[in-house]
């Protein structure tokens, strides 16, 4: 019986060990980063997430978060480029937004917290 136990406890700290380091990993840590392919970055999304409107113009050319202007019902899409906005998202980039076209076609931004890849490789607008 005292191999038995031994067996059971050494599956039991095997089990929790695994069980931590799944808890630890983060949904961007585990999608990877996003990557360019066929000229265009491409990042793993939540299907279905909203896609935001644009203000402004330029470089002053910002999300607008009170305007839904279609759904990213694929997954991955693709992405032209981050903006650092002033509207707060959370997640591990609070402001961050990524610039794309929603499945209906519209322009606009959809939020880094709706988007599992790590957004670092995008490169950022208007610079």
């Known amino acids: 019986m005292r191999i038995g136990s ?3 406890s ?16 983060t949904p961007a840590a585990a999608a990877g ?3 360019y392919s066929d000229g265009k970055w491409w990042c793993n999304n939540v299907s279905g997430a909203p896609v935001y409107g644009t203000v ?3 470089t002053g050319f910002q999300p607008d978060p009170d305007n839904v202007v279609g759904y990213m019902n694929t997954n991955p899409s693709w992405f032209d480029c981050r903006r650092k906005s002033f509207h707060y998202v959370g997640g ?3 402001y961050r ?6 499945d209906n076609g519209e322009l606009g931004f959809m939020k880094d917290t709706d988007i599992a890849s ?3 490789p995008l490169p950022v607008c208007f610079q």
Not at 10 to 25: D, E, P, Q, R
Not at 97 to 102: F, N, S, Y
């Open 6 to 8: 031994r067996i059971a």
């Open 97 to 102: 937004w990524e610039l794309t076209v929603a």
């Open 118 to 120: 790590e957004t670092d």
């Open 33 to 35: 980063d996003c990557w």
């Open 10 to 25: 050494v599956a039991a700290t095997v089990a929790l060990t695994a069980g931590a380091g799944l808890a630890l990993a």
């Open 56 to 58: 402004g113009n330029g």
């Open 92 to 94: 591990p980039h609070p």
